[in-house]
């Protein structure tokens, strides 16, 4: 296995409100729908310094209540401008100079530079998915007419000066302008970094500046990388959506929006509470706006939650404006990340609605393994004495599979030159801990740079799969026998008929795992390898959103030809919940899955896909029907389908008939023969050529020579 990741991230957003080129301004928007837009906007600043505006607005007249209007898909103008003209502050060739965040020139360095690859992997890859992430989920009160923008300046640092023509015309259809910029940044730990600039006169960021280092971003095509920039994006333009402590302020108060444990000890009107820490005594800051509390109390299965606790660690680029790493490892929102997956979790989607600016699709939430359940201990415990083996560990680099079983890891324990801190002392070395002073130094499983089961991209080539393992969307991590003497971690192919059945692929065969965990043992008689696979509890990896799960209730047409090509209807309920990528699959006794094209699931009881091929069908051939999404869930059908024969595997058998008899009865005796015939013709060719005297002298020679001696008169000469 190789090391761990070098490609991370690591968010400064906490620091970017010391380096605004210039101050955020408030923009009335016209929407319609408003009968006290005129007086509101008397009232509002041009300005925005903290709470200001909010307050003024609820002193002047307690009785405004916003607008309910109808919502629509947010809508998010990208300008890509300083892509291609951006003096002073891009590289676009080797040797020139730019201005640093300081302001200092500086030389521009080959990864400094913005190449077409570049500038095009991330305008025609990465920003369209982000774009339609978050037009997906969230809805706003759509600007009537164009989105006004006032500021002359945007974003951080040398900022960008906004474009005339915005600020004289505005921005038709837009709810949202982000400035797109690719300059240097100078730390190699940053990626990237976003925040607002612009507010309408309900606090709702109108425009942002988000720059992309091109020294960040490899010219790459695998969907792995892809997807880790992706969630990189929009860990970034959630900073500037709603993420971010200035912020806060402007979301509805409790009078407003009633909720159990809302701003609960919060005595600044942000949303933001500081309470005791139970796993460290120290004063925490948390999120506890209404939805927030809810969503954490259901998440770990604790009704004490009080908040979402914000990070504590990493300096103050991190510190306060991201959720604790300790608590929601692996959300897309902490303040650092790796390739891997980035959970867009309950909690995040509770923030965007607690600030009422935004409805949000709930179809989109994806489910978060770090601390799903653990109860009240997980939180007001340290991490050493977190019951579940699955988070923590003791041996140093021992191999094991990851929390969430999406790859295989290594437990990360390093020693330190100094103490850490007597919190998060967990050894009785105090040098000892985890590498991590986000994970509070928490001794925990890593994943490797090539370990991840869902990579079946170049990204894990150096992987080799052996002992019936695979790399796949699907896969998760085993303790398994199947490739060494002692318990290693593998990838295999797994499926959740529901919550209490988990099922692994094992050489083409799906076999049951027991239903409270123990191991699968294996034959090669058959399975074609030899072993065992330990099986989670199955909840583990099952239980996920139980109301949500998938059911298939039949297929139409229940036959087809062997060819495909076919339409065929699933029907069934709650295709709707299911989470992109969705996968249909028909498999057959011998082991092999055939994917279906052209799945689309038209709502929660129909979904249609063209029929795949089935090779080698010589007669009528049962399969089963499978729909899987991304998290494993799966409705299934045994042999619901069949197969009608083809005449592929005839052909293919006749064909091969045909060369042979070709090749026995005309074309091998026919080079034999031409052999033959072309030996006669050569040596009829040379007694041709034979010298006719030269032929008389030899043979009157050989009557002439004397014949032998009797061997008893044979002379033998002694040496």
Known sequence: MSAPHEHTHRCVHGELHERRAAPVLMTPQAYGDDPWHGRILQLLPDTLRGGSAAAAVEQQYPEYEPPSAVRKPLRIHFDVSRLVDDPGFSCFSWGGEFKDETGKKTPCGWNDVITESKRRLLTETLLPGVGRFFSELLSVRHVHGPLRIRSSTCGFDN?????????????????????????????????????????????????????????????TSSPFMIEYYTRIAMHELTHALVFTPELLSYFPTDRRDPGPGAYEADFFGTGIAYLPDKATGKLRAQISTPRVVRAARQHYGCESVTGALLEDGGGAGTARSHWEMRTLRDEYMVGASSPGRRTFSAISAALFADSGWYEVNETKIEPLAWGHHAGCDFLDQPCSEWTQPRYTCTREREAHCSYDRRGMAYCDITSFQRPLPAEHQYFEDPYRGGSSSLLDYCPVYRSYSNGDCTDESGFASSWMPQGGQERCEHCRCFESTTNSYRAAPSCFRMRCLNATVLEVRVGGRWRSCPPTGGNIYLSPLNDDVTGHIECPPPDELCNVQNELWPTLRGIEPANGPAAGGMLVTLRGERFDALRPPVRLLFGTAEGAENLALDLVIHNATVATATLPRLRGATSMAKADVTLTDVTGRTAFLWKAFAYDPGWEPYAVTLALFAVLAFLGCWAVPAFITAGCERSAWREKLQWKTIDKEAELRLYARARTVPAPMPASSARVDLV
């Open 159 to 219: 900022g960008v000066t906004v474009p005339q023509w915005m600020r004289d015309h505005g921005v038709p259809d837009t709810d949202l302008v982000v400035f797109l910029t690719m300059r240097p940044i100078n730390s190699y730990e940053t990626v990237a970094f976003a925040g607002h600039c612009e507010q309408d006169q309900t606090g709702r960021p109108t425009a942002s500046q988000f720059n992309w280092a091109p020294s960040q971003l490899a010219e």
